[in-house]
T-cell receptor, first 110, second 116 residues
């Protein structure tokens, strides 16, 4: 069974701090990884995609991928209360198969 | 770019009736669209994957005769919930993967279905 694991949280961080969200995956054949943000009652919104080992930065967000350790992370710098949401990690393992984690709930405290 | 719309955004129907939900990719073509269901405070559950012009692939445990999926064009997929029952009440979300570009999938805003 291919899986993507995330800590359900909540992860609480003070405003202005760095929030670090982590995800592990079981399928070594996974090729691409995605982070989505989902506000309560809304649908997921794509924040970042990462395809190769290393870091990828976009504004306040940095995605990190380590395929050897089967580990993906998302760093949110200068966290704001508006970042409070559930963050979903997803892995693409080919043939239109995406495996989603159950999400980590982030609370940014003002 | 990469905008996906869903219609309706919410619907209330009586038990035993059918409801159709439309999913459109507005600014891109999508060979593949996905349908998810999400119950309150639970994670996304993939119902089916549909490719334009072919039959949808349903996940285990999803009744294909109850949840009819049609992907008639590169920008439109529909989900019809037939003979709806209160237990079908949920948040239905579609997503689309662009024909061109990477492997990202983009989600629609979702449809909240309540069956009375």
């Amino acid at each position: 069974q291919k899986e993507v694991e995330q800590n359900s949280g909540p992860l609480s961080v003070p405003e202005g701090a760095i929030a670090s969200l982590n995800c592990t995956y079981s399928d070594r054949g996974s090729q691409s990884f995605f982070w989505y943000r989902q506000y309560s009652g809304k649908s997921p919104e794509l924040i970042m995609s990462i395809y190769s080992n290393g870091d990828k930065e976009d504004g306040r967000f940095t995605a990190q991928l380590n395929k050897a350790s089967q580990y993906v992370s998302l760093l949110i710098r200068d966290s704001q209360p508006s970042d409070s949401a559930t963050y979903l990690c997803a892995a693409y393992s080919g043939t239109y198969k995406y495996i989603f984690g159950t999400g980590t709930r982030l609370k940014v405290l003002a | 770019g990469a905008v996906v719309s869903q219609h309706p955004s919410w619907v209330i129907c009586k038990s035993g009736t059918s409801v159709k939900i439309e999913c459109r990719s507005l600014d891109f073509q999508a060979t593949t669209m996905f349908w998810y269901r999400q119950f309150p405070k639970q994670s996304l559950m993939l119902m089916a994957t549909s490719n334009e012009g072919s039959k949808a692939t349903y996940e285990q445990g999803v009744e294909k005769d109850k949840f009819l999926i049609n992907h008639a064009s590169l920008t439109l997929s529909t989900l019809t919930v037939t003979s709806a029952h209160p237990e079908d009440s949920s948040f239905y979300i579609c997503s689309a993967r662009p024909l061109a570009g990477g492997r990202e999938q983009y989600f629609g805003p979702g449809t909240r279905l309540t069956v009375t």
